[in-house]
């Protein structure tokens, strides 16, 4: 009874607070993700700050370009396209001013910006892969973020290398992936 009672209680204040149910409830799905992730609620918190950032950055500046950053456990990996190699290095030098970031990944292609069709066929893949994945048995999907630009899947997470391989042959073994890049860190192993 006294764990029915508080979820009973919550149902019914819902619909009373409509215009805070999405809100609630995307904090709830958060607040959940983050129980099964390995990085702290704060390194969590500080990573989607980090992304809001790099947004806002290479919105201003690199405004026609095009430019992921995928932020895990301070680490950004950049993905996208920019029309020259000095932009490439200007996106990274921009990025590594971020307070909190502590590495860079720099992925970005030096070529034209991708098309929707092509966004849309990598977002399939990535979902594809976390599918994939909650059904492996030898690893949480939950500790592995999976990235997709141009076919080829980036895998970051906070994972033991045997968790790492079994991630990487997921992915490899998906349709549509035509390269994996690992940008994991590595767990000690436990003694």
Same mark, same amino acid.
């Given at each position: *009874?006294?764990?029915?009672?508080?979820?009973?209680?919550?149902?019914?204040?819902?619909?009373?607070?409509?215009?805070?149910?999405?809100?609630?409830?995307?904090?709830?799905?958060?607040?959940? %993700? *983050? &129980?099964?992730?390995?990085?702290?609620?704060?390194?969590?918190?500080?990573?989607?700050?980090?992304?809001?950032?790099?947004?806002r950055i290479t919105s201003d500046? %690199?405004?026609?370009?095009?430019?992921?950053?995928?932020?895990?456990?301070?680490?950004?990996?950049?993905?996208?396209?920019?029309? +020259?190699?000095?932009?490439?290095?200007?996106?990274? +030098?921009?990025?590594?001013?971020?307070?909190? &970031?502590? +590495?860079?990944?720099?992925?970005?292609?030096?070529?034209?910006?991708?098309?929707?069709?092509?966004?849309?066929? +990598?977002?399939?893949?990535?979902?594809?892969?976390?599918?994939? *994945?909650?059904?492996?048995?030898? %690893?949480?999907?939950?500790?592995?973020?999976?990235?997709?630009?141009?076919?080829?899947?980036?895998? *970051?997470?906070?994972?033991?290398?045997?968790?790492?391989?079994?991630?990487?042959?997921?992915?490899?073994?998906?349709?549509?992936?035509?390269?994996?890049?690992?940008? %994991?860190?590595?767990?000690?192993?436990?003694?």
């Open positions: *009874m006294r764990r029915i009672l508080p979820l009973l209680i919550a149902c019914l204040v819902a619909p009373l607070l409509s215009g805070c149910v999405g809100l609630a409830a995307t904090g709830v799905g958060a607040a959940a %993700f *983050m &129980v099964e992730d390995r990085r702290t609620a704060g390194t969590y918190v500080e990573d989607e700050n980090i992304e809001w950032k790099i947004l500046r %690199f405004g026609a370009a095009h430019i992921n950053a995928t932020s895990y456990n301070r680490k950004v990996l950049l993905t996208g396209e920019v029309p +020259d190699d000095g932009q490439r290095k200007a996106v990274e +030098d921009a990025v590594r001013t971020v307070a909190g &970031v502590t +590495d860079v990944t720099n992925e970005l292609s030096v070529a034209g910006n991708s098309s929707l069709a092509s966004r849309g066929n +990598d977002t399939a893949i990535t979902g594809s892969v976390k599918s994939r *994945m909650l059904r492996n048995g030898k %690893f949480s999907a939950n500790h592995v973020k999976v990235v997709t630009e141009g076919g080829t899947v980036y895998l *970051m997470g906070l994972v033991s290398a045997a968790e790492a391989d079994a991630a990487v042959e997921v992915a490899r073994s998906t349709a549509g992936v035509t390269r994996v890049v690992k940008v %994991f860190e590595i767990l000690p192993a436990a003694k």
